[in-house]
């Protein structure tokens, strides 16, 4: 035990001990740690720069200032270019638009089923300003969930049908924040190529591996479908723990399109992919009731696993929506960015959405008028020559291109502004496509978009197309 103690707590070394233990050690051992003490000594002795003065003469700074150019904070853009000259709207109405003090027919707006300005939305959204005052002032995990909120999210359930709805404030963040809610690093999306801006945005937030597909083309889907099978194939072991995911629109904004929503559910259960799909242009629209692809193509709303929706359009408020099964919306209220930090949406807007979908169940033969008018303005537009018309024969955003380029992409957008412009000193309002063109992953071709509501009457229409019609004419004639 003594011997134990003096190895712990040795007695401190004698000279001659301490000279008899460097005279063992080799050579190079001693030759490092000198050169190691003198390195450490020299390191706290030395400072760890020179300071050496910089000072500039009053003329060399004159100079420096004459020669420095600061970058510019925007890039440059022409006096000429139209987002320098804003159209302003002091007036509108779902029949027609006041723009920079001209009245025109309105063939421009996405107010679907005329919501906006209506009376019953009108007098809900005032009845709940006066009630809740105009904001939440907080996220819905916070406190800025209000009945309102709970109110409308059950009606929603019930009016599709499915278990669950989960409310948004803003209907750009809802489909952008759903998707990588659920996609993560090492999953695959499949995804169409003429999705929305909002859904790229969640493509881009989810960083998965994307696999696009030509737009509305089951055939090119099948291949990558089948391609990605082989792999799995190859490697089980990655293919057991890669999650895959379906994302489309149900109505294609960008192209009128319609999704065949029946195909995409064969795929679902053959090739084991999880299908998103956002109706913000379907809703209120497709369907005898106006519940969107679903109820269109008669398929179980149970097949499509999350349905985003905003509620811009058919509704005539701000805001958006998703609906699926409560396992599915409950994680949104954990994971979903835009609806974890972000402000509820104001109580008024909520309330607003919720009297415009009790007129939709008061008054679903409302859809079926749009359907009707959206085929009218269709099969006109068809008659003009030069043109081609892109979308689905109901839907009630069309897409006007030139049958031919007259030279390149520019040229072409500044041809159909032209004939917006015009269209409006005749009375009718219309609006170029616009799309961020450096950030678009697939840049649609240039077109004038037409969108049709409920309350816009045959005279009105008609009258808007012969305008449309004559100008093309005219611009077509003049650029050949």
Not at 168 to 195: H, L, N, Q, W
Not at 211 to 222: S, V
Not at 296 to 323: H, W
């Amino acid at each position: 035990m003594e011997s134990v103690w003096n190895f712990i707590s040795p007695e401190p070394w004698s000279f001659g001990e301490l000279f008899e233990a460097l005279r063992q050690a080799p050579m190079y051992h001693i030759v490092v740690e000198i050169v190691l003490i003198v390195f450490i000594i020299r390191l706290l002795l030395t400072k760890s720069y020179p300071i050496e003065s910089n000072e500039l003469t009053e003329a060399e700074k004159e100079e420096l200032i004459q020669d420095w150019e600061p970058e510019p904070l925007v890039p440059y853009t022409p006096e000429d270019h139209p987002d320098l000259k804003p159209r302003v709207v002091t007036k509108q109405s779902p029949t027609s638009l006041v723009v920079n003090g001209k009245e025109g027919i309105n063939m421009a707006t996405l107010n679907f089923l005329g919501m906006i300005g209506r009376k019953e939305t009108e007098e809900a959204g005032l009845k709940a300003a006066a009630t809740y005052g105009v904001g939440s002032c907080g996220p819905r995990g916070f406190y800025g969930t209000i009945d309102v909120h709970l109110f409308l999210e059950e009606k929603l359930a019930q009016f599709f049908g499915v278990e669950q709805a989960i409310l948004y404030s803003y209907g750009f963040s809802t489909v952008a924040s759903a998707i990588p809610a659920y996609a993560k690093r090492g999953d695959i999306i499949y995804c169409d190529e003429g999705v929305s801006f909002p859904i790229q945005m969640g493509l881009l937030a989810s960083r998965s591996k994307l696999k696009f597909f030509k737009q509305n083309d089951m055939d090119d889907l099948q291949r990558l479908l089948e391609d990605q099978e082989s792999l799995d194939k190859k490697n089980p072991k990655k293919a057991k723990v890669t999650r895959k995911f379906l994302v489309v629109e149900g109505l294609y904004g960008n192209y009128g399109t319609i999704v065949p929503i029946a195909k995409l559910i064969e795929f679902k259960y053959k090739y084991k992919v999880r299908i998103f799909m956002d109706e913000s242009y379907s809703f209120g629209v497709l369907g005898a009731t106006g519940r969107g692809v679903t109820e269109y193509a008669n398929v179980k709303i149970e097949d499509v696993d999350l349905i985003t929706i905003s509620m811009e359009m058919a509704l005539g408020t701000m805001g958006g929506f998703c609906l699926g099964t409560q396992y599915v919306i409950d994680h949104q209220s954990l994971c979903g960015l835009g609806y974890c930090f972000s402000a509820s949406l104001p109580p008024l807007l909520a309330s607003a959405a919720h009297a415009a979908i009790d007129c939709l169940e008061e008054d679903p033969g409302m859809c079926e008028r749009l359907r009707n008018k959206a085929s009218y303005v269709h099969e006109k537009l068809n008659q003009i020559d030069g043109i081609t018309v892109s979308g689905a024969l109901i839907s009630p955003v069309k897409h006007v291109r030139l049958a031919e380029s007259i030279g390149d992409i520019e040229s072409d957008k500044n041809l159909l502004q032209s004939v917006v412009d015009k269209a409006l000193d005749r009375g009718l309002v219309l609006s170029v496509a616009k799309y961020l063109e450096d950030e678009e992953s697939f840049l649609p071709p240039p077109s004038i978009r037409v969108t049709v509501n409920t309350e816009l009457t045959e005279e009105m229409l008609d009258k808007g197309v012969s305008i449309l019609k004559d100008l093309l004419e005219e611009a077509t004639q003049a650029s050949s």
